[in-house]
C-alpha cells in the first residue's frame, strides 16, 4: 500500500507529491555520492497544504513527510519512494518518526513559546532519516510572534529541512510566509470515493460507508468516526434535533444550554485521558518521586503545563462545536434544496421528516437567514465570545428565522 492511498479525490496533488519525492530522493543520492545536484527539480524546502476541513491536508502533508523518508530496497530498482511498509514510512505516518516534528495547536493560537524548539530543530541535520519535517497542522492558528519565527526558518532554511504547513485557505497563512511557499490546494473528496475508501480501508459495511459520507459531505475523517462511535452518532443525531427545538424561548436557551455543555463534557473526555499522563511524566522528568513533593524552582514548568492543557480544553470546546455548527449547516441547506426543488441528493437523509416539516414551514429566505445566523455563530465564537452567549444568539435566530 503506497503512502498516497488514503487520500481520495486528489490525483492532481497526489501527482504533484509523487514527484517532488521522486526529485528529493535523487536529491539526497546525489549528496550521499558527492554528485552535482539535479539541473531541475520539482522538490521546495517549503510547502502550504490548504483546502476545506475533511479534504485531508494533514493526511496529504503526512504522506509527503512518509515518502520522503522512504528507505524501502526497491527504491535502488527504481520504485517510486512512499511504499508504505518500510519503517521511515509506517514511522512517519504514525507519528514517531524522529526527524518529522508536529506543530498542533494546543489552544486558540500557536504560541513563539510552542515553536521555539521546533523552529530551533529545523535548523539541525537529519538525526537518521533523510530529511528533517516540520509539519504545523495549523497554520492558520500562528500568531505574530510565532509566524515571524517560522517566516525567519523558512526563509533561511537548512539544506535537508522542509516545511509543511496546513491552512484551510492561502488567505489564512501571512503574505510573507505564503510567497514562499509552493501552494498545494486540495478539494472535498467526491461522497462515492471516501465511502470506498471506508468500506475498503475499515471494513465497513457498504450501506453504512454510504450514509456516512453522505452525512458529512466527504470529510473523510469524520464519516469515519460516526461509522465506528456510537457517541458521535448520538451527537450528531442530538445537534439535528435542535431545529425542532427552538419553537419557544425556552427551548431555544435550553438547546444552546445543550449544546454548550456536551461540547464541554467533550473536552472534559479528553482532558482525563492525557493531562494525568502528561502531569505525571512531567513529575517524573523533574526528578520527583512517586507521590512525593515536586523539587524546589519546578512550579514554573509546572505552571506552564497546567496552562497548555487549559488552552487544549478551549480548543476542544471549540472544535466540538464547530463540528455542531456543521451538521446545522448542512441541515438547513437540505431544508433549503427541498424548498427550492432541486435534485441534489439529501445529506441528512436519515432525517428527512424533519427536513420536510421545516421546509413547508418556512421559506428560502428565512432558511437562509438561518444558515446566517449559523455563520455569525462562528465568527463569535472565532472572537472569543463565551461559548453559552453565541450559541444562545444563534438559537433565538433560528427561532425568528
Known amino acids: 500500500m503506497a503512502v498516497w492511498d488514503d487520500l481520495v479525490g486528489q490525483e492532481r496533488v497526489i501527482a504533484e507529491l ?70 521511515g514510512c509506517h514511522t512517519a505516518l504514525i507519528g514517531t518518526h524522529a526527524d518529522v516534528s508536529t506543530v498542533v495547536a494546543t489552544g486558540a493560537q500557536i504560541l513563539v513559546d510552542d515553536m521555539r524548539d521546533t523552529v530551533r530543530k529545523s535548523y539541525t541535520a537529519p538525526a537518521g532519516g533523510r530529511w528533517q519535517v516540520i509539519l504545523v497542522e495549523d497554520a492558520e492558528r500562528l500568531n505574530e510572534k510565532s509566524a515571524n519565527a517560522v517566516l525567519k526558518a523558512v526563509e533561511e532554511p537548512a539544506s535537508r529541512t522542509v516545511w509543511m504547513l496546513c491552512a484551510p485557505s492561502v488567505d489564512d497563512v501571512l503574505p510573507t510566509i ?39 459531505q466527504g470529510h473523510v475523517d469524520r464519516a469515519r468516526r460516526l461509522a465506528v462511535d456510537p457517541a458521535a452518532r448520538e451527537r450528531r443525531a442530538a445537534v439535528l434535533k435542535l431545529p425542532l427545538r427552538v419553537g419557544d424561548v425556552g427551548g431555544a436557551l435550553r438547546a444552546a444550554q445543550e449544546l454548550v455543555d456536551a461540547a464541554a463534557a467533550d473536552a472534559k473526555v479528553l482532558a482525563e485521558e ?4 502528561e502531569t505525571e511524566e512531567l513529575k517524573a522528568a523533574l526528578g520527583a518521586a512517586q507521590g512525593g513533593r515536586l523539587p524546589r524552582g519546578t512550579a514554573g514548568v509546572m505552571k506552564d503545563l497546567e496552562d497548555k492543557q487549559k488552552r487544549r480544553r478551549t480548543r476542544t470546546q471549540r472544535d466540538s462545536l464547530d463540528l455542531a455548527l456543521t451538521d446545522l449547516t448542512n441541515f438547513y441547506r437540505d431544508v433549503l434544496a427541498l424548498q427550492l426543488g432541486t435534485r441534489v441528493a439529501l445529506a441528512n437523509a436519515d432525517a428527512e421528516d424533519a427536513l420536510q416539516r421545516l421546509a413547508r414551514s418556512g421559506t428560502p429566505e428565512s432558511t437562509l437567514r438561518r444558515i446566517e445566523a449559523i455563520g455569525a455563530c462562528g465568527e463569535a465564537l472565532d472572537r472569543n465570545v463565551p461559548p453559552l452567549l453565541a450559541v444562545e444568539a444563534m438559537t433565538m435566530a433560528l427561532r425568528d428565522g
Not at 453504512?208 to 452525512?215: D, E, I, K, S, Y
Not at 492525557?274 to 499522563?277: I, N, R, W
Open 178 to 216: 505564503r510567497s514562499r511557499c509552493r501552494l498545494l490546494t486540495l478539494r472535498t473528496p467526491p461522497v462515492e470515493a471516501v465511502a470506498d475508501l471506508l468500506i475498503r480501508r475499515d471494513g465497513i459495511e457498504p450501506g453504512t460507508a454510504h450514509a456516512v459520507a453522505r452525512a458529512t
Open 274 to 277: 492525557l493531562d494525568v499522563k
Open 18 to 87: 509523487d514527484a517532488a519525492a521522486r526529485d528529493a530522493d535523487a536529491l539526497v543520492t546525489a549528496a550521499s555520492e558527492g554528485a552535482p545536484a539535479p539541473a531541475a527539480s520539482k522538490m521546495t524546502h517549503a510547502w502550504l497544504f490548504t483546502g476545506p476541513p475533511g479534504a485531508g491536508r494533514e493526511a496529504a502533508a503526512r504522506a509527503f513527510a512518509a515518502a520522503l523518508q522512504c528507505v524501502s530496497p526497491d527504491r535502488a530498482l527504481g520504485g517510486a519512494p512512499g511504499c508504505g511498509f518500510c519503517d
